[in-house]
């Protein structure tokens, strides 16, 4: 199984975006998480959606807005409540997990291979096969 990182953008319109794919595509919704990383003090939400793979295919695509809404615990921000109600709407709920910040990797690509490999390790998508 092939899983692919899509960066949609940072956060900011391409939410409704995010939202959109998780509402057409309900039939292939696997999991959608929140990933939270800190920087500086600040904490922040990267919204991510993985789907199913079409017929028989073997890639997985995991849409992503990163890192671009500031994220606080007790005061939702309102494009992370728009994202919980897409999915609550499939009558599911998004897993939080709290991840290093990608400033920290040298290359953009080397931070998502971290992802996938938390999500692997943590059975939220299938293993390599």
């Known amino acids: ?23 057409t595509n309900e039939a292939r919704f696997h999991h959608a998480f929140i990933f939270t990383s800190s920087k500086n003090d600040h904490t922040y939400a990267s919204l991510a959606v993985a789907l199913k ?5 073997k890639f997985m695509p995991i849409y992503i807005c990163r890192e671009g809404i500031p994220y606080n615990i007790e005061k939702r921000a309102k494009r992370i409540e728009l994202f919980e109600e897409a999915v ?42």
């Open 1 to 23: 199984m092939i899983q692919q990182f899509i960066e949609l953008g940072q956060g900011y319109g391409d939410v409704y975006e995010l939202c959109e794919l998780i509402k």
């Open 88 to 129: 609550t709407a499939l009558g599911r709920k998004a897993n939080i997990l709290e991840i290093k910040h990608s400033s920290i990797f040298s290359e953009e690509k080397l931070f998502y291979q971290y992802l996938i490999g938390i999500l692997r390790l943590n059975h939220y998508i299938p293993p390599m096969y």
């Open 53 to 57: 793979p079409v017929g028989e295919s």
